[in-house]
């Protein structure tokens, strides 16, 4: 079976199971904020139809200078990307034919990007008692290696790892001449997240990628950045083709960086829910990775492939996202977005029937 290498556009999914498409469904495969755009975006989308009849700004002026105040960085220290895919695929460009290790699991666009230009990849391997890297041989593999990839929060996991354990990273890489790639993608859902950012100025290894698709519910408009030291932006910018970003996302990225509001309110919200379904999960002997955003790996132990709690599902519209492609877990986790309260009740339904079905 050829499976789908990502979330979303669960088509793809039902074609390589040989299932037929629901006409009602929930697609928890793709981690989007459940509350849609902003406000700011609905309410103003008619005034962007102007916009398409202009180039857009190949720099991105007026969003990087918003960014770079945000920051408390320097506009050269910014590079924006036609979403986090592209800003992934520049790097890999920029690290062609090195050595890079990939803190496994992890978003299999790192991977992808690195081979496809020639990159020695070597993976390490977290263990899913923990999820942890201290103390666990991830300093040892620094040596002769150019690039770490580690996102964090980690996506499959939705696990965090607080500023003292990044910097301690961090430093190890500088000892051994590497550069730490953080992927942020999910940053803005944690409310206890310590930014790293500032520590750019002082660490010229430290590479940041970032995403406004997730957050701010626009994956359609592809919008992503990168904070580094400004040689990085240079050599990542000449890689990368004129007009990259568009004007309609150029806009609704200035507009989405001052919804504070919203912000707060998708993270109460996704708490809420959140602690919602870990008791749910709890009280039928489910296992849940400790996720501290808006999705989670999910697994029913009485079985090792959880290949059947898959396809019972999407038959009945549920659509998780499978793990088959994520090193380390290789199908023995689904994972699901937190979404609405209705969607999410739905699924515990389904996960009820489930298990009763065991019976």
Same mark, same amino acid.
């Given at each position: 079976?050829?499976?789908?290498?990502?979330?979303?556009?669960?088509?793809?999914?039902?074609?390589?199971?040989?299932l037929?498409?629901?006409?009602?469904?929930?697609?928890?495969?793709?981690?989007?904020?459940?509350?849609?755009?902003p406000?700011?975006?609905?309410?103003?989308w008619?005034?962007?139809f102007?916009v398409?009849?202009e180039?857009?700004d190949?720099?991105?002026?007026v969003?990087?200078?918003?960014?770079?105040?945000?920051e408390?960085?320097?506009?050269?220290?910014?590079?924006?990307?036609?979403g986090?895919?592209?800003?992934?695929?520049l790097?890999?460009?920029?690290?062609?034919?090195?050595?890079?290790v990939?803190?496994?699991?992890a978003?299999?666009?790192?991977?992808?990007?690195?081979?496809?230009?020639?990159?020695?990849?070597?993976?390490?391997?977290?263990?899913?008692?923990?999820? *942890?890297?201290?103390?666990?041989?991830?300093?040892?593999?620094?040596?002769?290696?150019?690039?770490?990839?580690?996102?964090?929060?980690?996506?499959?996991?939705?696990?965090?790892y607080?500023?003292?354990?990044?910097?301690?990273?961090?430093?190890?890489?500088?000892?051994?001449?590497?550069?730490l790639?953080v *992927?942020?993608?999910f940053?803005d859902?944690l409310?206890?997240?310590?930014?790293?950012?500032?520590?750019?100025?002082?660490?010229?290894?430290l590479?940041?990628i970032?995403?406004?698709?997730k957050?701010?519910?626009?994956p359609?408009?592809?919008?992503?950045?990168?904070?580094?030291?400004?040689?990085v932006?240079?050599?990542?910018?000449?890689f990368?083709?004129?007009?990259?970003i568009?004007?309609?996302?150029?806009?609704?990225?200035e507009?989405?960086?001052?919804?504070e509001?919203?912000?707060?309110?998708?993270?109460t919200f996704?708490?809420?829910?959140?602690?919602?379904l870990?008791?749910?999960?709890?009280?039928?002997?489910?296992?849940?990775?400790p996720?501290?955003?808006?999705?989670?790996?999910?697994?029913?132990?009485?079985?090792?492939?959880?290949?059947?709690?898959?396809?019972?599902?999407?038959?009945?519209?549920?659509?998780?996202?499978h793990?088959v492609?994520?090193?380390?877990?290789?199908?023995?986790?689904?994972?699901?977005?937190?979404?609405?309260?209705? *969607?999410?009740?739905?699924?515990?339904?389904?996960?009820?029937?489930?298990?009763?079905?065991?019976?």
């Amino acid at each position: 079976m050829k499976w789908p290498s990502h979330g979303s556009n669960p088509h793809y999914l039902f074609e390589a199971m040989n299932l037929p498409f629901p006409s009602e469904r929930v697609d928890f495969s793709a981690n989007i904020n459940p509350l849609g755009p902003p406000p700011i975006v609905k309410e103003n989308w008619g005034s962007l139809f102007k916009v398409i009849t202009e180039y857009p700004d190949p720099g991105g002026t007026v969003l990087k200078k918003k960014m770079a105040e945000q920051e408390g960085l320097q506009e050269s220290q910014i590079l924006l990307g036609n979403g986090g895919a592209e800003i992934i695929s520049l790097l890999g460009r920029m690290l062609s034919g090195k050595k890079v290790v990939i803190v496994q699991p992890a978003f299999s666009e790192y991977e992808e990007a690195c081979r496809v230009n020639g990159c020695q990849v070597e993976y390490h391997q977290l263990q899913p008692d923990s999820w *942890d890297w201290i103390g666990d041989g991830l300093c040892e593999k620094l040596a002769g290696a150019d690039a770490v990839f580690l996102c964090n929060p980690n996506n499959p996991t939705g696990v965090y790892y607080p500023k003292t354990m990044v910097l301690q990273l961090l430093e190890e890489c500088r000892k051994h001449k590497c550069l730490l790639i953080v *992927d942020e993608a999910f940053y803005d859902f944690l409310a206890e997240y310590e930014s790293i950012a500032q520590y750019i100025n002082e660490y010229p290894n430290l590479i940041i990628i970032r995403s406004m698709t997730k957050m701010f519910a626009i994956p359609g408009l592809r919008l992503g950045y990168l904070l580094a030291d400004p040689s990085v932006i240079k050599s990542l910018g000449s890689f990368q083709p004129h007009w990259s970003i568009n004007a309609i996302a150029l806009k609704a990225g200035e507009w989405c960086l001052d919804c504070e509001t919203y912000i707060s309110e998708t993270i109460t919200f996704i708490e809420m829910e959140r602690q919602r379904l870990f008791q749910f999960y709890k009280e039928r002997n489910l296992q849940v990775s400790p996720s501290r955003i808006n999705f989670y790996l999910l697994k029913d132990p009485s079985m090792e492939d959880q290949l059947p709690f898959l396809k019972y599902l999407v038959t009945r519209g549920m659509i998780p996202r499978h793990t088959v492609n994520f090193p380390g877990l290789e199908g023995r986790w689904l994972r699901f977005a937190i979404k609405g309260r209705s *969607d999410n009740d739905k699924l515990m339904g389904a996960v009820d029937e489930w298990l009763n079905s065991r019976l």
